[in-house]
């Protein structure tokens, strides 16, 4: 049921209120107008959460891409968590998962003709990329794990839900897992729940889109994951997801919530071990002799499954057994749309991404400058707003 994944430690309500309190007094700061936000020509997409890690923001940000690339020079940019260099980075095939992070780098491979970037400053990576030679400027933005980085204001804001992790039951940090009031839903012009069971029945719906009580402006999706085939991890070698059944699965996690990977796999047939560490955990040697260890304790027919982010960090791992490599398999995800919301939210994003492109503003602007029209200067301020589209 919606909101079961919760764990709310209620010994540090205290600490919650104060964490509360400093995050609603930054927030009032950007809503006075004494820390500023920007908005930009260039169309701004942000993707992000309020509950800490696993809401699925790189696959709907995945989504994202192949919806706009085909039209558009797409480029995401992302703070590029856990790398280990400073500064903006541009991906290019040379580029490592350690200069970028794990989840910029999963990206990257899977988009290899999209840019990449990351940049702790998000404005001046969007600067960047919008300030170049015509080829490589983006007509679309799309920022990664963004909702709480003010300073840019997104055309569309767009908040990620969990199902299991509804943050009208959560509670702020230390004692829950928000980030920030519940309140600060009230940015977002496109809500998501994510995550949801496919079973899930015409009432859960009405309670949920009750209970979330938007306001008129935003819209709310629901999405719910799609595995596809399994990939071995160090050979081209596809197997169907129906052979999970009767196998005994090593289940090997470094992500925020894989509770709910488990339970799919599980309803699948396969008898699940489970080896969990933390979101963005990099993986040590002592981890990996542990992996071999367990694996090789483990009875036949037998093998690894591990999550696409928990592969990239995997796959220059020295160590690891010639029996974990043979049987080694990553389970690509997608998101879809339930209740036929697809075309619907499609629709919401090529229509903005359209609207604010750079040939739809070249062409406003030649109109701007016509002489019938001379009484307008043209040349003011454009604020990209969601809201107003």
């Given at each position: 049921?919606?909101?079961?994944?919760?764990?709310?430690?209620?010994?540090?309500?205290?600490l919650s209120w104060l964490y509360g309190l400093a995050v609603?007094?930054?927030?009032?700061?950007?809503?006075?107008?004494?820390?500023?936000?920007?908005?930009?020509?260039?169309p701004v997409i942000s993707v992000g959460n309020i509950t800490?890690?696993?809401?699925?923001?790189?696959?709907?940000?995945?989504?994202?891409?192949?919806?706009?690339?085909?039209?558009?020079?797409?480029?995401?940019?992302?703070?590029?968590?856990?790398?280990?260099?400073?500064?903006?980075?541009?991906?290019?095939?040379?580029?490592?998962?350690?200069?970028?992070?794990?989840?910029?780098?999963?990206?990257?491979?899977?988009?290899?003709?999209?840019?990449?970037?990351?940049?702790?400053?998000?404005?001046?990576?969007?600067?960047?990329?919008?300030?170049?030679?015509?080829?490589?400027?983006?007509?679309?933005?799309?920022?990664?794990?963004?909702?709480?980085?003010?300073?840019?204001?997104?055309?569309?804001?767009?908040?990620?839900?969990?199902?299991?992790?509804?943050?009208?039951?959560?509670?702020?940090?230390?004692a829950g897992r928000l980030r920030e009031p519940k309140d600060?839903?009230?940015?977002?012009?496109?809500?998501?729940?994510?995550?949801?069971?496919?079973?899930?029945?015409?009432?859960?719906?009405?309670?949920?889109?009750?209970?979330?009580?938007?306001?008129?402006?935003?819209?709310?999706?629901?999405?719910?994951?799609?595995?596809?085939?399994?990939?071995?991890?160090?050979?081209?070698?596809?197997?169907?997801?129906?052979?999970?059944?009767?196998?005994?699965?090593?289940?090997?996690?470094?992500?925020?919530?894989?509770?709910?990977?488990?339970?799919?796999?599980?309803?699948?047939?396969?008898?699940?071990?489970?080896?969990?560490?933390?979101?963005?955990?990099?993986?040590?040697?002592?981890?990996?002799?542990?992996?071999?260890?367990?694996?090789?304790?483990?009875?036949?027919?037998?093998?690894?499954?591990?999550?696409?982010?928990?592969?990239?960090?995997?796959?220059?791992?020295?160590?690891?057994?010639?029996?974990?490599?043979?049987?080694?398999?990553?389970?690509?995800?997608?998101?879809?749309?339930?209740?036929?919301?697809?075309?619907?939210?499609?629709?919401?994003?090529?229509?903005?991404?359209?609207?604010?492109?750079?040939?739809?503003?070249?062409?406003?602007?030649?109109?701007?400058?016509?002489?019938?029209?001379?009484?307008?200067?043209?040349?003011?301020?454009?604020?990209?707003?969601?809201?107003?589209?």
């Amino acid at each position: 049921m919606e909101g079961d994944f919760i764990k709310i430690n209620e010994w540090l309500l205290p600490l919650s209120w104060l964490y509360g309190l400093a995050v609603k007094t930054r927030n009032q700061l950007f809503e006075l107008g004494i820390l500023k936000s920007r908005s930009f020509k260039t169309p701004v997409i942000s993707v992000g959460n309020i509950t800490v890690g696993g809401a699925g923001k790189t696959p709907h940000v995945e989504y994202l891409i192949r919806l706009l690339k085909d039209q558009h020079q797409v480029a995401v940019l992302s703070r590029g968590y856990k790398r280990k260099s400073k500064g903006f980075v541009r991906a290019d095939a040379d580029t490592t998962m350690r200069e970028i992070g794990d989840e910029p780098f999963q990206m990257k491979q899977k988009f290899p003709d999209i840019t990449i970037a990351v940049d702790r400053n998000r404005c001046h990576g969007i600067d960047l990329l919008t300030s170049g030679d015509e080829k490589e400027t983006a007509d679309v933005i799309l920022l990664d794990d963004a909702f709480q980085h003010r300073y840019v204001k997104p055309g569309v804001n767009i908040l990620l839900v969990d199902y299991h992790r509804l943050i009208i039951y959560d509670k702020l940090l230390p004692a829950g897992r928000l980030r920030e009031p519940k309140d600060g839903k009230s940015r977002a012009d496109i809500v998501i729940i994510t995550k949801c069971p496919a079973d899930l029945k015409p009432i859960d719906y009405r309670v949920i889109t009750k209970a979330m009580n938007l306001f008129p402006y935003q819209a709310l999706f629901f999405s719910t994951i799609d595995y596809s085939p399994l990939e071995a991890l160090f050979s081209n070698v596809e197997m169907p997801l129906e052979q999970v059944k009767g196998t005994n699965v090593l289940l090997l996690t470094g992500i925020a919530s894989p509770k709910q990977m488990q339970e799919d796999l599980t309803a699948m047939g396969a008898n699940i071990t489970s080896l969990t560490y933390s979101d963005h955990h990099q993986f040590k040697r002592k981890d990996i002799r542990h992996i071999n260890e367990v694996f090789a304790s483990m009875p036949g027919p037998k093998m690894v499954i591990t999550t696409e982010k928990d592969a990239v960090r995997l796959q220059d791992m020295e160590d690891i057994s010639k029996e974990v490599r043979e049987n080694i398999y990553e389970l690509p995800i997608k998101v879809s749309f339930m209740l036929d919301q697809e075309e619907e939210f499609n629709h919401k994003i090529t229509g903005y991404v359209r609207k604010n492109s750079r040939n739809s503003i070249l062409v406003k602007a030649k109109d701007e400058h016509k002489p019938k029209d001379s009484h307008h200067t043209g040349n003011g301020p454009r604020t990209i707003s969601f809201r107003n589209n």
